[in-house]
Each structure stands twice: as C-alpha cells, then as structure tokens.
C-alpha cells in the first residue's frame, strides 16, 4: 500500500502544503474508455451510456459511449464543444467554445442548431460549462476570454493570470430563448453546478475558488458569495484551477481540479475534506454513476480518458 500511495503521489505531481497525506489513498481510478481526444462534461443517459465532449484539435464531437465502455460513435461535430446537458426530451444541449462561440442544440441523431450565440448584442467569448435548473432554465458560465486570447501558436500565454478577462453566468431559457446575465466580472468562470438547497455553485479557475449564488422565491439571486477555495497550499505554476464539478447525495461537491491532478471535495461549509487523485495531471469535469452506484467518472485530458474512481457516496440528481 505505502508503495501504491508513493506512486499516486508522483503521478499527481502533488503541491499542495499537506502533501500526500491529504490524499486519498483508498481510490484508484480506471480507465472506462480511452483514447479520446481531450474529453469534457461526461453526462451518463438513461440507459446507462455516456456522451462526452472530444475538444481536441481536428475532432471538436460529441461522443456516444456505449454503457460497457467498449464502443463509440460521434454524434456531431461542432468546432471545439465544451459543456454538456441534456434535458427531458433528450436534447444535448452543448456549450460551444470557439466555432463560433455559441450555445447549441443537439439531437441524437445528429442535428444542429445554433441556438444562441450572443447577449444583449455582445457575442460570447468563451462558453463554458452548463446545468439546469430547478426552475428549468439552462444556466451557463462564459469564461470571459476568447480562447485565441489565451492560447497562441498552440501555446498558453506565460501571463495569462495578467489577461483581462470578464466571466459571466447566464440563464437562458430553453423555449423562448430569454436570456439574463446574473454575474459577471469572474476571472475565467468554469464548472457550474446546484446544490441540495438549490443554491448555484461556480467555479472561477483563475482564483481556485468557488462562488455561490443563493435561491429564493423561485430564482437565483445576484448577489455573489464566497463558498471555498480548492487550494490548500502553495499553488502550483502551472494552469490549474477548478474545472467542471458535482454535488453528492452527501451534500458535499466534488470539483476537477485541472492541473493539479486531483478530485477535490469540498463540505457543506466550503472546507477541503479531501483530494482523490486521478490518473494524471488534467481532469476536466465529473459525473456521478447510475443511481446507488457509488462511482464518480472523471474525464482527464492528459491521458485522453474517462475513468471511474470507487468513492462513499452516489451523485445528487441532476435537473433535466
């Protein structure tokens, strides 16, 4: 075992202040599909297969895994597709990143619509991340940031933490196309989930916190609260910060901390309880398995993967 915990540690690259003893060494995740070109926002199907967005370069799909894992086909192309949510009828609903940015609806057999591609005449910049809501809304953070700002000649800027950027949250509505900014001025605003009470968590990837807007009378309120921060210790030089998250029926959130290789859950009251590696350094986001299955699926970007890590609780229900 302490060899295994030795191993998990110098995969992850740990930096944090506790070191390895913060870990969990009591998940080891596998590989549930493989070979995927720089995989986002897993949502699990009734049925018990998963879609996923590929972001990589020359694939930009959604993609349909079969619930053993084993097969696979793309179900659309769309440029470089970054969240994913899928409502009641069945519709993907897919937060398109860059060709152009936009907000695009999706059947399972293929068709496309681009359903919104700006506010209030401003176009987006960078679409994100997306859930619904109890109000049945579609809510979606927009990083704030051309992605072509960011990365140039296939490279991260060495000062992207100086770039100005002006994350926003959105909620659209999904049959009139009514849309409202509830926030903006977040530094790269990221994951996006809601909680057992309704509140609306959102991650800001340059900061590594997370935010919280509360719920009252039937709507998300505007004022922004601090709830945590996924960084324990010195932060590492590199790209990191929190990416796509989940709630557990135990009430905790369960956030992908890209570039710090790990799973990071946050309590009730926004303190760290634990990190639970992944494989390698870059998980994207993370969904919960089929109900009473007690499994989180992370997408991991360095290895190309979506892989299953074993943890104490199963997912809160997602709003379709």
């Known amino acids: 075992m302490k060899k295994a915990v030795i191993v998990l540690c110098s995969i992850i690259l740990l930096a944090t202040a506790g070191g390895c003893e913060q870990q969990s060494a009591t998940h080891a995740p596998v590989v549930f599909a493989a070979y995927l070109s720089e995989p986002e926002a897993p949502v699990l199907l009734p049925d018990g297969s998963w879609l996923l967005a590929e972001m990589g370069a020359g694939k930009g799909s959604i993609t349909h895994i079969s619930a053993d894992g084993k097969t696979r086909r793309i179900i659309a192309k769309t440029g470089r597709p970054n969240g994913l949510s899928v409502d009641q009828q069945g519709i993907i609903w897919v937060a398109e990143s860059m060709t152009p940015p936009s907000l695009l609806k999706i059947t ?20 994100n991340d997306l859930a619904f809501g109890p109000d049945g809304a579609l809510y979606m953070t927009d990083s704030g940031v051309g992605l072509n700002d960011l990365v140039q000649n296939g490279e991260l800027r060495s000062d992207y933490l100086d770039i100005k950027t002006d994350g926003s949250v959105f909620r659209i509505d999904p049959n009139t196309k009514t849309i409202e900014k509830i926030d903006s001025g977040l530094k790269f605003a990221n994951g996006i989930a809601f909680g057992p009470d309704n509140t609306l968590y959102i991650g800001e990837m340059f900061t590594g916190k997370v935010y919280r807007y509360r719920w009252a009378n039937g709507k998300v ?7 945590g921060s996924v960084f324990d210790g010195k932060r590492p030089k590199v790209f990191n910060g929190p990416d796509g998250m989940k709630f557990g029926k135990d009430g905790n959130l369960y956030v992908a901390v890209y570039g710090q290789g790990v799973v990071t859950v946050l309590g009730s009251d926004g303190s760290i309880l634990r990190h639970i590696p992944t494989q390698a350094s870059k998980p994207t986001n993370v969904a919960f398995g089929a109900t009473g299955e007690k499994k989180i699926y992370v997408t991991e970007d360095e290895t190309g993967v979506l892989q299953a890590i074993d943890v104490e609780t199963s997912g809160l229900p997602l709003y379709r």
């Not at 309120?221 to 709830?227: D, I, S, T, V």
Request: glycine content about 12%; overall charge negative; cysteine-free.
């Open 108 to 127: 399972m057999d293929g068709n496309v619509e681009v359903f919104l591609k700006e506010y209030s005449g401003a176009p987006f910049l960078f679409p």
């Open 221 to 227: 309120k505007g004022e922004r609260e601090f709830f």
